[in-house]
């Protein structure tokens, strides 16, 4: 099944039409704006999202500020603050779904998003599957949202074209102010 797509069908025929579905740069621009977009919609403090190549493979990433988050005096409880990370862990991919560019794929590889996932959730393997598919459907519900889909269009866009966005850049480019 096919799932449906969030992103306004102008904005989509105009980004299709610049980006081709196999460029490695603009894919992984996608997949790192899921995760941007997802942590700045959910208030989870980061420092840079970027896609940057990086040593074993591994081609972005958005560096989350989970010590500042997780230890937070907040009122909200430690659970929900540990769901809203697993949303952002499972979001790039998630996105990249989404919008048509390949299957969810749940790679175990180290350092990968779900290897990560994986390490954060407790249980038998059956209920941490179940577990991810809430996390999943919660990014899918979030990525639904008016608007939301723009803003990682004009998150990976200005990626493409940056490489690296610290905090602020990347919260101007969802914008659509750094473009």
Known sequence: MQPAL???????????????????SWQAGI??????????LLEIPFTRVTIRPALGGIAGHVLLNLDEYLSDGSMIPINRRLNAVAMVLVAGSVT?????????LRTLAPGSDYDKLDKLLI??????????????K??????ASPGVGLMVYQLALALTKRITLDHDEAVRAMKGELL
């Open 6 to 24: 969030f992103v306004d069908w102008p904005a989509k025929r105009y980004l299709g039409r610049r980006y081709r579905r196999n460029d490695q």
């Open 31 to 40: 997949h790192e704006a899921g995760h941007g977009v997802t942590a700045h």
């Open 96 to 104: 990249q779904e989404a919008l048509g560019f390949m299957p969810n």
């Open 123 to 136: 249980g038998e393997q059956a209920g941490k599957d179940a577990a991810i598919a809430i996390f999943e």
């Open 138 to 143: 919660g990014v899918r519900d979030l990525l």
